[in-house]
C-alpha cells in the first residue's frame, strides 16, 4: 500500500497548500491540449479528445467501427502522432488495403482482390508514396501491430508500449484473450477500467472499439461507458448501409 500511494498525485489546497503550479496551468493558453479528431463538428464544440482518456467507439456488426477508427488514425496521424492500431479481426493485408483505398480513393475489393487497371496502380503507388511523405514531414506515424495469438490486454499494452505511441487503437474489445465466460459482462468493464488507468498514466489516448445493440446500447458491458471519458455510438441499418 505504502508503494502505491507513492504513485499517486496528491493536490492540497489550504493548510499545506501546494494546488498553485495546478491553477497557474490552468491559465495558460498554450499548455491546453486538446487532439482534435479530424471531424470539424466534434472539434468545433469539444476541441477534439484529450491524452490521458478512454475514447470508445460502438457500433452495430458491420457498421463500420473499423473504417471511422481507421480514420481517426490517419487523421491523428497526419498530425504528426504516433499512432497504433492493434487489429484483433483482420489481417495486415485487410488494413493495409483499407488504408490505401482511403489515400488512393480506390474500391478496397479491388485492392485485395488484384483487380486494379494499370492506371489504377499508379494511382495506388502514387498515394502510398504522398502517404508515407506526409507523415515523416509531419513527425508521425501509423503502425499496425497484428498479434498472432490471442493476448491480454495487459499483454497487448505493455508490447505497444515499446513503440513509444501517442494513441492506442483496439479493435475490438471482445476478442482480447480472457474476457469471455458467464462473468463477462465483468471481464469487460475491467478492461475498459485498466485502459482508462493505463491511458492516463501514460498520458496517452486508447481508442477502444466494442459492438452495441440495435438499441444503440453497448453489448455486454454497460461498464465500459461509464469507464470512457469520450463515447461515440452509432446504429447501422440496411437503410444507411446502402446509403453509405
Same mark, same amino acid.
Given at each position: ?35 482534435? %479528431? ?19 467507439? @460502438?457500433?452495430?456488426?458491420? @457498421? ?172 447501422? %441499418? ?5 446509403? @453509405?
Amino acid at each position: 500500500r505504502s508503494n502505491r500511494s507513492d504513485d499517486a498525485t496528491i493536490v492540497r489546497f489550504g493548510t499545506g497548500n501546494n494546488a498553485d503550479a495546478v491553477v497557474k496551468r490552468l491559465l495558460d493558453k498554450s499548455a491546453a491540449e486538446y487532439l482534435p %479528431t479530424g471531424f470539424d463538428e466534434f472539434d468545433s464544440k469539444n476541441g477534439g479528445i484529450s491524452p490521458g482518456n478512454l475514447f470508445t467507439i @460502438g457500433g452495430s456488426s458491420g @457498421g463500420g467501427k473499423s473504417t471511422l477508427a481507421a480514420q481517426l488514425a490517419i487523421n491523428w496521424s497526419g498530425m504528426g502522432e504516433h499512432v497504433c492500431m492493434v487489429p484483433l479481426e483482420m489481417t495486415e493485408d485487410e488494413m493495409t488495403a483499407r488504408l490505401m483505398a482511403n489515400a488512393a480513393e480506390l474500391d478496397v475489393r479491388k485492392i485485395l482482390f488484384r483487380k486494379l487497371s494499370t492506371d489504377e496502380e499508379k494511382k495506388y503507388k502514387r498515394a502510398y508514396k504522398k502517404f508515407v511523405e506526409r507523415r515523416k514531414d509531419k513527425d508521425g506515424s501509423l503502425t499496425f501491430f497484428k498479434p498472432k495469438s490471442d493476448m491480454t490486454i495487459e499483454e497487448i499494452l505493455a508490447c505497444t508500449y515499446t513503440m513509444n505511441p501517442s494513441v492506442i487503437v483496439i479493435d475490438y474489445i471482445s476478442l482480447l484473450k480472457g474476457v469471455d465466460g458467464d462473468d463477462q459482462w465483468q471481464k469487460l468493464g475491467a478492461v475498459a477500467r485498466y485502459c482508462k488507468v493505463y491511458a492516463e498514466t501514460h498520458n496517452v489516448i486508447i481508442v477502444l472499439l466494442c459492438q452495441v445493440s440495435e438499441e444503440g446500447k453497448i453489448r455486454y458491458a454497460q461498464a465500459i461507458k461509464e469507464h470512457s471519458n469520450y463515447c461515440w455510438t452509432f446504429v447501422s %441499418t440496411k437503410e444507411t448501409r446502402e446509403a @453509405g
